[in-house]
């Protein structure tokens, strides 16, 4: 609606822009509001300039990875919830800080398990905006 302001407010980070735009479009669909980057640099710079209820993260991005992004959000004390969506092997995870990732979803996915998810995190953890 025009002239509504949104519930909350996501970062998706991912360097693919078929699933950058199809999870902005799911995420609009429950009233949220979305920022993206496809890359880590970018996304920092969006971190350091808003504040989102939750970040959608791929850990494979070029520019800063998630890894380098998570601690980031770590030194700058950020309590943003985070959703690693990624095709990173398990083991890769095991050094994923559980304070600030939530969830973690792997590539493939499904999408309304997803924004399901992702909503439930906002609802949960998120700031109103």
Same mark, same amino acid.
């Given at each position: ?7 909350? +407010? ?12 199809? *999870? =902005? !479009?799911? *995420?609009? +669909? #429950? ?7 496809? %890359? ?16 959608? &993260? /791929? ?8 890894? $380098?992004?998570?601690?980031?959000? !770590? #030194?700058?004390?950020?309590? =943003? ?8 092997? #398990?083991?890769?995870? =095991? /050094?994923?800080? &559980?304070?600030?990732? !939530? ?6 996915? %499904?999408?309304?398990? &997803? =924004?399901?998810?992702?909503?439930? &995190?906002? %609802?949960?953890?998120? !700031? $109103? $905006?």
């Amino acid at each position: 609606m025009a002239g509504v302001a949104r519930r909350h +407010r996501a970062l998706i980070v991912e360097d693919d822009a078929a699933i950058r735009r199809l *999870l =902005t !479009k799911m *995420l609009g +669909r #429950q009233d949220i509001s979305v920022d993206s980057a496809s %890359d880590g640099r970018t996304a920092i710079e969006l971190l350091d300039a808003n504040h989102y209820s939750v970040i959608v &993260l /791929d850990l494979m991005v070029p520019g800063a990875n998630g890894f $380098e992004i998570i601690e980031h959000l !770590k #030194q700058s004390g950020s309590s =943003t919830p985070v959703v690693v969506v990624s095709a990173v092997s #398990q083991r890769s995870l =095991t /050094d994923l800080d &559980l304070d600030i990732v !939530k969830i973690v979803v792997g590539k493939p996915f %499904d999408v309304d398990e &997803l =924004t399901r998810a992702i909503v439930s &995190l906002c %609802d949960e953890y998120g !700031k $109103e $905006e």
